[in-house]
């Protein structure tokens, strides 16, 4: 069946009103219920542009009986069942390229003021101290250090172009789907997982959270980095033991931790890793600049107007459910 003309599209959060002015005209938009369930008012979508807040499992999906379309805005679709999606005959397709700027900038800041303890510094200043210049203050070059990628994606490519030209930093990673020419091309060196994390000063996390990759970042793992390394977590929280990562921390054995993802998001109000001196942590904002959000939101409407105009949108991550498979 092709899909149905577009009459209504729930939205989970607020798109620009430019990206609102391509749609057809006539199109009623729906935005999420002000109190939980947050789409209690979706059922007459036909499509709706998602983000990361809401669980779209078989419940939700069984709420919205006239869906054909969720167009998420981001690269991860883990809080998308894809299988119930598939099963109701729902197209779900995400924004890979959207984010890929502002994830890797945010990367490669975090990095930089673990590195220069730019945390400890504020503190200190902001409660009237300005010594001593000493211990938890004093910061670490990062040109000639070893930056390690677990996964060297679209955002983590990116990481690595700009901690080598910017930085002369070595770069490590491991991805099995890089092929060993591109990888030389980017100025980049494949070596094994345990290599990787074993060598990395700053350990940089860009993959998905799959069933091979959830937990992967465990107690074992993290005793296999350098003393007095750093780990970055801007993917997704699912991929680190956040009891083995503080415990880590508390050791020692890791000299800080950047993370813009938990677990559970949002954290518990007392997750010790939120006040953590040695951890800088943000809201799962690493993708959220101005730029990202309106390349994602515009790419989101071109995926929705494609499918709605009749024509196989792109970034269809369960091609099954699509028409004409």
């Not at 003393?227 to 050791?251: H, P, Q, T, W």
């Not at 799962?284 to 309106?294: I, P, Y």
């Amino acid at each position: 069946m092709l899909p149905s003309t577009l009459t209504h599209l729930w939205l989970e959060a607020p798109l620009a009103d430019a990206v609102l002015a391509r749609l057809p005209a006539g199109v009623q938009v729906i935005h999420a219920a002000a109190e939980p369930p947050i789409y209690r008012n979706a059922a007459p979508a036909q499509a709706i542009i998602a983000s990361s807040q809401l669980r779209y499992d078989a419940a939700v999906l069984d709420a919205c009986p006239r869906l054909r379309l969720i167009a998420r805005t981001g690269i991860g679709v883990d809080n998308i069942d894809l299988d119930a999606a598939t099963a109701r005959g729902v197209v779900v397709t995400n924004t890979p390229d959207g984010p890929t700027e502002s994830t890797a900038e945010h990367t490669v800041a975090m990095l930089l003021a673990l590195a220069k303890r730019l945390k400890p510094g504020n503190d200190n200043l902001a409660a009237g101290k300005w010594g001593p210049r000493a211990g938890a203050i004093v910061g670490d070059e990062v040109q000639g250090k070893t930056l390690g990628l677990i996964g060297c994606g679209r955002i983590g490519r990116r990481v690595a172009e700009i901690c080598r030209l910017a930085f002369q930093m070595r770069v490590l990673a491991y991805d099995p789907y890089l092929a060993a020419d591109s990888a030389a091309a980017l100025g980049v060196t494949l070596a094994p997982l345990d290599d990787v994390i074993a060598q990395a000063d700053f350990l940089s996390l860009h993959v998905p959270a799959t069933p091979a990759t959830i937990g992967l970042m465990n107690a074992a793992r993290l005793a296999q980095m350098k003393a007095g390394s750093y780990l970055l977590n801007l993917a997704r929280g699912a991929l680190v033991d956040e009891a083995a990562l503080l415990d880590a921390l508390e050791r020692g054995q890791l000299a800080g931790a950047g993370i813009d993802v938990f677990a559970a998001e949002p954290p518990a109000v007392d997750h010790p890793l939120r006040r953590h001196p040695a951890v800088i942590a943000t809201p799962h904002s690493a993708s959220v600049t101005r730029e990202g959000r309106r390349r994602m939101e515009e790419m989101a409407m071109a995926r929705l107007l494609a499918f709605f105009g009749g024509e196989r949108p792109a970034d269809i991550v369960n091609p099954a459910a699509w028409p004409e498979a």
